[in-house]
C-alpha cells in the first residue's frame, strides 16, 4: 500500500484543522493507519490509529478529547480532525500502515505549524 499525507498548514492556536492520508491498493481495509507527528529536534511520535473496519481507535494522551481520527474504506482514505490545537501540535505529521505489529508503510509528511 502506497500513502499521501496532505492538509497540514499554517492556523492559530485554538483552530481546527483536518488531515487526510489517501491510499493506494486493494487490500486497504486490511491495514490499521496510524498517524504520527515528528517535531524539531524530537523523536517521531504516535498520535492515534484506527483499525482496518474502523471500529477501533487508540489515541496518545495529548490527543485525546481533542484530535478523531477516522476512515473512508470505500475513498481509501484516513482522516485526523484536530481541534482546539496548540503549540504543542507543531510537527510534520505522517501516516503510517501495518497489516500486523509493524508499520511498515509510510507516507511523505505534512507540516503542520500552530502559531500563539
Known amino acids: 500500500v502506497q500513502l499521501q499525507a496532505s492538509g497540514g498548514g499554517l492556523v492559530q492556536a485554538g483552530d481546527s484543522l483536518r488531515l487526510s492520508c489517501a491510499a493506494s491498493?486493494?487490500?486497504?481495509?486490511?491495514?490499521?493507519i496510524g498517524w504520527f507527528r515528528q517535531a524539531p529536534g524530537k523523536e517521531r511520535e504516535f498520535v492515534a490509529s484506527?483499525?482496518?473496519?474502523?471500529?477501533?481507535?487508540y489515541y496518545a494522551d495529548s490527543a485525546k478529547g481533542r484530535f478523531a481520527i477516522s476512515r473512508d474504506n470505500h475513498e481509501n482514505a484516513v482522516y485526523l480532525q484536530m481541534n482546539n490545537m496548540n503549540n504543542e501540535d507543531t510537527a510534520v505529521y505522517y501516516c503510517?500502515?501495518?497489516?500486523?505489529?509493524?508499520?511498515?508503510?509510510w507516507g511523505q509528511g505534512t507540516q503542520v505549524t500552530v502559531s500563539s
Open positions: 491498493g486493494r487490500t486497504f481495509n486490511m491495514y490499521t
Open positions: 484506527i483499525n482496518g473496519g474502523g471500529y477501533s481507535t
Open positions: 503510517g500502515a501495518k497489516a500486523a505489529l509493524i508499520y511498515e508503510h
